[in-house]
Structures are given as C-alpha cells and as structure tokens.
C-alpha cells in the first residue's frame, strides 16, 4: 500500500493481540511494526514477571522511547510513521506518545476480561501472567474526545479486524474522520 497514513499505536490490555493485530497491520500498510515490549528495559521486565505491576515511574522512560520512536527521532528510527504495540491504558501515558507525535491514532483493541484472561491462559509470555490481568482492566482509562482512535472488537476473526482497521484508517484520511 502506498498511503502514508500517521503513526498509529495498537493499545489494550495484555492479551488482547496488539503484537499480532500490530504485525499484521504493519505488512497489510507497508508500515515498519514495532513490539512496545521489546523497549522495556530488563528491571521492568523482572519486575512484571514477578506478578508486580510497573507504576508510572518505571513507564516513564519507556514511554520516551516509543515516543521518540513514533516521532522517528529514535536511532534508527523509520523513516516511514510506524505502528507500534504499547498498551497505553492511562490518558497520560497516551498524552506522552502524543507529545512526540501529535498526529497519533489509537486502535484500542477491546475485549471482555474473560476473553482475553483464556487466550492469555493459552500462551506462553515472556514477563506478563495472567495475574497482572485485573489491574490492567483496573488501570485502563477510556480514550476521550481530544484523541485520535478507533475501537475494534477482538471477537472477530483476526482478518477481518485487520481488514476492518485498514478500512477505518483508509476513510479518515478520505474524510470522514475517527473518534
């Protein structure tokens, strides 16, 4: 695809598929994809894969560098505006990305607790348990009016969520807008 659509981040829980619906996006936009987790530095991994929530302190410098990566101000950062996987709960943790890239959209990938808590159940992750599951429903902060985003289903089959966020995107820059 050759549109050059704004730098976008794919929000939600932990287990709601950012990294898949992420990469997969990425290939159908022609867009570099980058997985937020691969950015966090090792103290907050342990700390995560203790079962302990990170608090805004230990986001801080990682929500700069994924800010700094959707601006393309990171070392070699893309040129193109990248997708990026970060979960982006709370509204200051959004407003931060959006101080680096003001023109970010936000596809919040939303699902009930029972739904993601299963496929959670049914993967193997590097540092995040299902245990840490409730606090991030706890900590999610519904997007307001001021953002850029779509909210997408994650019910549906993984290609027709795909292909239905292209299709949004592909409308906004036609005119129509996003929420």
């Known amino acids: 695809?050759?549109?050059?659509?704004?730098?976008?981040?794919?929000?939600?829980?932990?287990g709601c598929g950012k990294s898949t619906v992420g990469a997969l996006l990425g290939?159908?936009?022609?867009?570099?994809?980058?997985?937020?987790?691969?950015?966090?530095?090792?103290?907050?991994?342990?700390?995560?894969g203790a079962g302990i929530p990170l608090t805004?302190?230990?986001?801080?410098?990682?929500?700069?560098r994924l800010g700094e990566l959707l601006a393309g101000k990171a070392d070699g950062g893309p040129t193109v505006p990248p997708i990026v996987a970060c979960s982006a709960l709370?509204?200051?943790?959004?407003?931060?990305?959006?101080?680096?890239?003001?023109?970010?959209?936000?596809?919040?990938?939303s699902?009930?607790?029972?739904?993601?808590?299963?496929r959670m159940e049914a993967r193997a992750h590097e540092f995040m348990p299902r245990t840490l599951l409730e606090s991030q429903f706890a900590a999610l902060e519904e997007l307001e009016a001021d953002e850029t985003y779509l909210v997408v289903d994650i019910s549906q089959p993984l290609d027709v969520l795909v292909e239905s966020v292209e299709l949004k995107l592909q409308k906004a820059d036609a005119g129509s807008g996003l929420k």
Do not use: C
Not at 111 to 118: K, Q
């Open 56 to 64: 805004d302190a230990d986001r801080e410098p990682w929500l700069g």
């Open 90 to 109: 709370k509204r200051r943790y959004r407003d931060v990305l959006r101080s680096y890239a003001p023109d970010l959209v936000f596809i919040h990938l």
């Open 27 to 48: 290939r159908r936009l022609d867009k570099p994809f980058f997985d937020g987790d691969d950015f966090h530095p090792t103290a907050n991994k342990e700390k995560m």
């Open 1 to 14: 695809m050759s549109k050059q659509f704004p730098p976008l981040v794919v929000m939600g829980v932990s």
């Open 111 to 118: 699902g009930t607790a029972a739904t993601i808590g299963a």
